[in-house]
Nanobody, 123 residues
Framework: QVQLQESGGGLVQVGGSLRLTCTDSLRTLNTYAGAWFRQAPGKEREFVAA????????DYAESVKGRFTISKDNDQDTIYLEMNALKPEDTAVYYC????????????????WGQGTQVTVSS
């Protein structure tokens, strides 16, 4: 079980940076792989980035490669998403998830979502 809470969202100008934080109040996130997803108005939730439970490997959506970095601190049961060179199309609610890797692909646990944090990139 995890209880995830995202923070760090806000309003930023094009080209700016934000760091999102996902914490687990039950302190078990260190045993899961983790990921960030996002959902823009009128669109489906989409994958952004994932990281293995050890933090040793990560995956990114093509749209954020080279701009976003996911990291994991198992001592703090926390996952971060560093976002740089933000674009208006990055505007969305960002959600943290705990899950696992199967067949080399991240699989989210449907019951392990945070409540989301809004990121708005203004031009």
């Amino acid at each position: 079980q995890v209880q995830l809470q995202e923070s760090g969202g806000g309003l930023v100008q094009v080209g700016g940076s934000l760091r999102l934080t996902c914490t687990d109040s039950l302190r078990t996130l260190n045993t899961y792989a983790g990921a960030w997803f996002r959902q823009a108005p009128g669109k489906e939730r989409e994958f952004v980035a994932a990281i293995t439970w050890s933090g040793g490997a990560s995956d990114y959506a093509e749209s954020v490669k080279g701009r976003f970095t996911i990291s994991k601190d198992n001592d703090q049961d926390t996952i971060y998403l560093e976002m740089n060179a933000l674009k208006p199309e990055d505007t969305a609610v960002y959600y943290c998830n705990a899950g696992g890797y199967f067949g080399g692909k991240y699989v989210p646990r449907s019951e392990f979502w945070g409540q989301g944090t809004q990121v708005t990139v203004s031009s």
